[in-house]
């Protein structure tokens, strides 16, 4: 066998088509043919600047005003709240610009300390913020290009939500993200 092919059987499953056909559909296979098709995933190191947990050093978070990472926010509840890493940051324009709360309701998420609430476009504009504003961070998500992740836990508890497929959406993301398109 060469040696990119792996020698472990392809598990299928049948079904009837139409006409009474059986076909085999793939759900899982082993195989991998040259690397260009590989899809690795890279586990996020706890130093590593992409790590959410990671507390920078860059002037964004030594003032820790998110009127230097979000101008043009007006919520004055969430302007006062503090930030320290990029989850506390990212935890802002998520349930700030998000959709899926009241007025109300985004009042007491924003004032609880330990607010687990994250979404891909909140993550997104957090690291189009830190971006813009660090250098090192800038080099980070330069090189995290078209690479998928696996981030290590942040929370002791299931948070609800796959921190791994927003981190890759907002990878994507946050080179298409115009803070004017966010002004309230």
Known sequence: MPRRISD???????????????TAKIICCKV??????????????????LNLLYRCNCALFK???VSAAFPSMT????????MHDMIEL????????GSNFSRA?????LLDENSRYLNSTGLALAMA???????TYAK??????????????????????????????ALIRCDKIVQSDFED
Request: proline share 5%; net charge positive; aromatic share 10%.
């Open 105 to 109: 309701a985004k009042e007491l998420e």
């Open 8 to 22: 472990e059987h392809v598990i299928t499953q049948k079904r009837r088509g139409r006409k009474k056909r059986v």
């Open 140 to 169: 980070a998500i330069a090189g995290a290009k078209g690479r998928k992740f696996t981030h290590p836990s942040l929370f002791n508890g299931d948070p609800g939500y796959n921190i791994d497929a927003y981190f890759d959406q």
């Open 90 to 97: 990212a935890n802002l324009p998520s349930i700030v610009y």
């Open 32 to 49: 991998t043919i040259g690397s260009m098709y590989a899809n690795f995933r890279t586990l996020v190191a706890v130093d590593d600047p």
């Open 75 to 82: 919520d004055n509840i969430g302007r006062s709240k503090p």
């Open 63 to 65: 003032q820790q005003k």
């Open 129 to 135: 913020a830190h971006k813009k504003n660090c250098f």
